[in-house]
């Protein structure tokens, strides 16, 4: 939600967004203008149009520049640590760097449209997509002035030609039409310059008004999300609050319970026992149930995960080897392929275990007896797979994408084994993205499950 929430964030990909569309442009005219030359016979003045090319590279080399001075993408989207003074600076800075794009395009885009026939130039309404740009980033005072330069350097392009102040490089298509010259013909450039202003100005009037409209909207969602933020922090303060105290209230009554079931204080009356090992069986689940909910609580209302570097071939054999006596209870096979040098990953190596493990107990939980359980890991370029596969229930098809779900169950899961709180793939998943990684399964029913996920390594 904080990137949603992020103003400087989102006009910082916007600016990237533009630096890679001009990197496209350049291509594109360079690519045209060999074209037209070498294919159509076209007469152009190359070597102008390939100077407004390398102009348009050391622009975008020095937008990036002034990019990479204000910091990196999470650097500008990290909201906790940056204080409210330098959050403005990115802000106002990010500004400035658009600002000068859009101005050095219109600039740019004026000289390559002298080279290329002036007003005779078709893509005169090239213009209007700058000015739409800056409409939709900018604000309207802003705005305004970027259409006023394109007004005056469009005055410029065209006057300059019909007074002779500047040499003219025409458009020389067709040779019987060399003679005639548009640009010198007062009828044609005041019926454009009128229709360019028109335009321009209506274009910018309705873009910027639309344009403010979505920007209020967006500030009443933003408002609206900072609100629902806020409402979801207390609510899980009061969840962490109210679980905390009744995991301690269950756990004393659990205790008691089980000084009665292991009949330490003596044998229990058989009207009794029943009763007495069912209360402690539910009190287990519900005591089981609070500890996940918990530790979820915890997870949501946790930024970022800080941890050391740890080994992860020590964490993986430290699973199996926490998991193994529980499958050979149901006597299924546990095994292991984890290639050599798998690398450094950086977090809480405690949750890559607990989680690590918790897949590999599910497995053995809804694996028949007898049955097979495989952990492999490898490594990638820069990342770790682990995958855990066993030969289970399986998971039905439309569910699949389900169980990642806080307090979801499948419904093949629920027929057969009627304990289980559905919130230790919800966690499972949330820690894997804490750290970096993504979580997916593969599953058919009846047939068994592969769980797999990819960590980061350290680099």
């Not at 005779?120 to 000015?131: S, W």
């Not at 500047?166 to 003679?179: C, M, Q, R, S, T």
């Not at 408002?223 to 207390?234: G, H, M, S, T, V």
């Not at 450094?344 to 607990?354: K, P, R, T």
């Amino acid at each position: 939600m904080r990137d949603v929430l992020n103003r400087n964030r989102r006009l910082y990909l916007r600016s990237l967004w533009m630096i890679n569309l001009r990197w496209i442009a350049i291509l594109l005219v360079a690519i045209i203008t060999l074209i037209t030359v070498y294919y159509f016979r076209i007469e152009l003045y190359e070597r102008g149009i390939y100077f407004v090319c390398l102009l348009l590279a050391l622009e975008n080399m020095v937008s990036v520049f002034f990019l990479r001075r204000i910091g990196k993408v999470k650097e500008i989207a990290n909201l906790v640590n940056n204080p409210p003074k330098k959050i403005k600076q990115d802000y106002i800075r990010i500004k400035r760097t658009i600002n000068f794009q859009i101005l050095s395009d219109l600039f740019l885009l004026t000289l390559l449209l002298y080279y290329t026939g002036g007003v005779e130039n078709p893509f005169v309404f090239f213009y209007f997509f700058h000015l739409a740009i800056a409409s939709v980033l900018l604000s309207q005072k802003e705005t305004y002035m970027h259409t006023v330069v394109a007004f005056f350097l469009f005055v410029i392009l065209v006057y300059s030609a019909y007074f002779e102040v500047l040499p003219y490089y025409g458009l020389h298509i067709n040779k019987e039409f060399v003679d005639i010259h548009l640009y010198k013909d007062s009828y044609f450039v005041l019926k454009n310059t009128v229709t360019f202003v028109a335009t321009v100005f209506i274009l910018v009037y309705l873009a910027s008004s639309i344009g403010r409209k979505l920007q209020t909207q967006e500030e009443k969602y933003i408002e609206a999300l900072e609100k629902l933020e806020e409402k979801d922090k207390i609510k899980n303060e009061y969840v962490l609050r109210v679980t905390h105290d009744v995991k301690g209230h269950l756990a004393a009554i659990q205790s008691n319970l089980s000084v009665l079931n292991s009949r330490i204080l003596g044998p229990l009356d058989e009207k009794h026992e029943g009763f007495i090992e069912r209360a402690y069986k539910r009190t287990f689940m519900a005591t089981h149930f609070v500890r996940d909910l918990l530790k979820i609580t915890r997870l949501r209302m946790m930024e970022s995960v800080e941890g050391q570097p740890f080994d992860m071939i020590r964490i993986l054999l430290q699973a199996i080897k926490d998991t193994r006596a529980n499958a050979e209870e149901k006597n299924i096979e546990l095994t292991e392929e984890i290639e050599e040098d798998l690398g450094i990953v950086v977090g809480d190596e405690f949750s890559i275990l607990e989680i690590t493990s918790n897949l590999i107990l599910n497995a053995v939980k809804y694996t028949n007896e007898n049955g097979r359980i495989k952990l492999k890991a490898i490594k990638m370029r820069d990342d770790v797979l682990v995958t855990i596969q066993d030969n289970g229930l399986g998971i039905p098809e439309d569910e699949k994408d389900k169980i990642f779900e806080e307090f979801y169950r499948g419904s093949n899961v629920k027929k057969i084994i009627e304990d289980g709180t559905g919130i230790g793939l919800a966690i499972v998943k949330k820690v894997i993205e804490q750290h970096g990684g993504v979580i997916n399964v593969e599953s058919t029913l009846g047939k068994g499950s592969k769980f797999y996920y990819i960590l980061p390594k350290f680099s």
